[in-house]
């Protein structure tokens, strides 16, 4: 059974920091494409960050960019969302998505829409305060 367990969220000021975590267990996702969303109270979910299946690939949101920087740590099975200069914005439920498909090229547009991810995890609560 293929799981996404996020972790890393929680209640940070404006300006604050956050790492998030999410580890993958019951396959290897060292070749594919992972990726993060977030979604806030009220709205659809929206795609944050993602990488390549050889990690030289990143893509952003125009909004997190040159503040979010997404990584990856195959050994481990991890994908990493590191967050600085959070604002009230950044705030909503960030889940971790990860494609079946390995070694699969895509263009920047399937990169950022949620129907090329098949696992998803649970989430992880980010709340930034004013």
């Known amino acids: 059974q293929v799981q996404l367990v996020e972790s890393g969220g929680g209640l940070v000021q404006t300006g604050g920091s956050l790492r998030l975590s999410c580890v993958a267990s019951?396959?290897?996702?060292?070749?594919?494409?992972m990726g993060w969303f977030r979604q806030a109270p009220g709205k659809e979910r929206q795609f944050v960050a993602a990488?390549?299946?050889?990690?030289?690939?990143?893509y952003y949101a125009d909004t997190v960019k040159g503040r979010f920087t997404i990584s990856r740590d195959n050994a481990k099975n991890a994908l990493y969302l590191q967050m600085n200069s959070l604002q009230p914005d950044d705030t909503g439920l960030y889940y971790c998505?990860?494609?079946?498909?390995?070694?699969?090229?895509?263009?920047?547009?399937?990169?950022?829409?949620?129907?090329?991810?098949?696992?998803w995890g649970q989430g992880t609560q980010v709340t930034v305060s004013a």
């Open positions: 998505a990860a494609d079946h498909r390995q070694r699969t090229t895509y263009s920047e547009y399937q990169y950022r829409t949620s129907s090329l991810y098949d696992y």
């Open positions: 019951g396959r290897s996702f060292g070749n594919s494409v």
């Open positions: 990488l390549s299946y050889s990690a030289s690939i990143t």
